[in-house]
């Protein structure tokens, strides 16, 4: 068990272009769940997948945003034409649901700065 | 809907002495409540969770909540603060259908003083 991996650790990029975060979850975990945390908040929920199936989808924060997980394994976070407001920390998480009050393992987060 | 009060941006406490973070929580259903701990520029950890089992939950590091309906808490506590627990941490409540998908609190930034 080598954890939630998220790859870049930190991206800066210029208003206006797009980005891809990556995120490989827990080998066995069949949830992943994506997160947005600005300063000095919690973790906001964007989106989550079982397998590779969309789920919800409603809280993404603008149509700029979409996410895949297109074989079940990893997953990754697109920002297209990125906003200064997008600055934040992006969580990815994982769980194995056997039942109701299963925990979610974080990645340690890809931060984005936009200037 | 499911919401989180984290009573108290910032804690401080003096090495050994108890660490009480607050959280209240709302929520329609039985809720299933998490702590979380994020160190600086990491993700987060989770400390505990209650899943309506026993009220009091023991998690890592010394640390424990009770779990109380009447009063719709469920507060963090540690006898003797090490300056290691010096970390935000969060409260978060799901509602259990959709494991892993939480609501978070503003969260707590604990420091501990020498």
């Known amino acids: 068990d080598t954890g939630v991996s998220q790859d870049p650790r930190h991206k800066i990029t210029k208003r206006g272009q797009n980005v891809t975060f990556r995120c490989d979850p827990i080998?066995?975990?069949?949830?992943l769940y994506w997160y947005r945390q600005t300063l000095g908040q919690g973790p906001e929920f964007l989106t989550y997948?079982?397998?590779?199936?969309?789920?919800?989808k409603s809280r993404l924060l603008s149509d700029r945003f979409s996410a895949e997980r297109p074989k079940g394994s990893f997953s990754t976070l697109e920002i297209q034409r990125t906003e200064q407001g997008d600055s934040a920390m992006y969580l990815c998480?994982?769980?194995?649901?056997?039942?109701?009050?299963?925990?979610?393992?974080f990645g340690q987060g890809t931060r984005l700065t936009v200037v | 809907a499911q919401s989180v009060t984290q009573l108290g941006s910032h804690v401080s406490v003096s090495e050994g002495a108890l660490v009480l973070l607050r959280c209240n929580y709302s929520?329609?259903?039985?809720?299933?409540l998490f702590w979380y701990v994020q160190y600086p520029n990491q993700g987060l950890q989770l400390l505990l969770k209650?899943?309506?089992?026993?009220?009091l939950v023991k998690g890592i590091n010394g640390f424990e909540a009770e779990f109380k309906k009447s009063e719709t808490s469920f507060h963090l506590t540690k006898p003797s603060a090490h300056m290691s627990d010096a970390a935000e941490y969060f409260c978060?409540?799901?509602?259990?259908?959709?494991?892993?998908?939480?609501?978070f609190g503003d969260g707590t930034t604990l420091t501990v003083k020498p």
């Open positions: 998480a994982s769980s194995l649901v056997k039942g109701a009050g299963t925990e979610a393992f």
């Open positions: 080998s066995e975990h069949n949830r």
């Open positions: 997948f079982q397998n590779e199936a969309q789920l919800e």
């Open positions: 929520s329609s259903v039985p809720p299933y």
């Open positions: 209650y899943t309506s089992a026993a009220t």
């Open positions: 978060a409540v799901s509602d259990g259908s959709r494991a892993g998908k939480s609501t």
